[in-house]
């Protein structure tokens, strides 16, 4: 025993060294929750980059990941709704859910099949989020509630002066509007007054888009006057 004592308290020492961890279901909140927490806590991701979150199946060691973080930042809007139906709810998890598309409510573009859930693609509108992200943040980290603020400040700023940035780029664009892949870019355009002529497999579900899409889509322009390309 006496000569395990050692090993057994160099283990318990990596254990409490261990900083807290939160975990945001796609990479875009990921980001943002990184920019927020800096160095009081680590950011898992969930739905790896390239991969469909609607349609995404948690293993088990995620399930372990979002049981030992002190919160979750998920999308919502049927995004991710899996998060709850499939990994909190079902384990009886005790971590808290930040879900953004519920904090920002009435800012959400409306569709027929509901609340459109790409609301990333509009930085005023995360600025929107910030406010909760702080409040869930400081609730499970008090000791960082100054923190998180003064990051949250820095953070809406920066959100401000990439809006008039890539306003200011937009001004001299030229053109009818644009094409779209797959998901449609409401947020973006409503916000930059960006028209979006077509959008190719604008269902989330649907299988990879197909060289017949592409082929229509490359010639609806011209069938409609917008030019050759």
């Given at each position: 025993?006496?000569?395990?004592?050692?090993?057994?308290?160099?283990?318990?020492?990596?254990?409490?060294?261990?900083?807290?961890?939160?975990?945001?279901?796609?990479?875009?909140?990921?980001?943002?929750?990184?920019?927020?927490?800096?160095?009081?806590?680590?950011?898992?991701?969930?739905?790896?980059?390239?991969?469909?979150?609607?349609?995404?199946?948690?293993?088990?060691?995620?399930?372990?990941?979002?049981?030992?973080?002190?919160?979750?930042?998920?999308?919502?809007?049927?995004?991710?709704?899996?998060?709850?139906?499939?990994?909190?709810?079902?384990?009886?998890?005790?971590?808290?859910?930040v879900v953004?598309?519920?904090?920002?409510?009435?800012?959400?573009?409306?569709?027929?099949?509901?609340?459109?859930?790409?609301?990333?693609?509009?930085?005023?509108?995360?600025?929107?989020?910030?406010?909760?992200?702080?409040?869930?943040?400081?609730?499970?980290?008090?000791?960082?509630?100054?923190?998180?603020?003064?990051?949250?400040?820095?953070?809406?700023?920066?959100?401000?002066?990439?809006?008039?940035?890539?306003?200011?780029?937009?001004?001299?664009?030229?053109?009818?509007?644009?094409?779209?892949?797959?998901?449609?870019?409401?947020?973006?355009?409503?916000?930059?007054?960006?028209?979006?002529?077509?959008?190719?497999?604008?269902?989330?579900?649907?299988?990879?888009?197909?060289?017949?899409?592409?082929?229509?889509a490359r010639?609806?322009?011209?069938?409609?006057?917008?030019?050759?390309?």
């Amino acid at each position: 025993m006496w000569r395990r004592l050692p090993a057994l308290l160099l283990a318990l020492g990596l254990a409490l060294g261990q900083k807290p961890t939160a975990v945001a279901t796609i990479q875009p909140h990921a980001l943002f929750l990184r920019s927020l927490v800096g160095d009081r806590m680590e950011v898992g991701l969930l739905v790896p980059p390239a991969t469909n979150p609607h349609v995404f199946d948690p293993s088990p060691s995620q399930v372990q990941a979002v049981a030992r973080a002190r919160l979750v930042v998920a999308n919502g809007a049927k995004l991710d709704d899996w998060i709850l139906e499939k990994v909190v709810r079902p384990n009886s998890l005790k971590t808290p859910v930040v879900v953004l598309a519920e904090a920002l409510g009435d800012g959400l573009i409306k569709t027929p099949t509901g609340p459109d859930p790409h609301l990333w693609l509009d930085p005023l509108l995360m600025a929107k989020a910030l406010p909760s992200l702080v409040e869930a943040l400081s609730r499970v980290d008090p000791a960082g509630g100054a923190v998180y603020r003064a990051r949250a400040a820095r953070l809406e700023a920066e959100l401000v002066r990439l809006d008039r940035e890539v306003a200011g780029l937009l001004q001299a664009r030229k053109g009818p509007g644009v094409i779209t892949f797959r998901n449609p870019l409401r947020y973006f355009a409503a916000r930059y007054g960006v028209k979006v002529l077509y959008n190719i497999v604008p269902n989330p579900d649907s299988p990879d888009i197909s060289a017949k899409a592409v082929a229509e889509a490359r010639g609806w322009p011209r069938k409609r006057g917008y030019g050759t390309s």
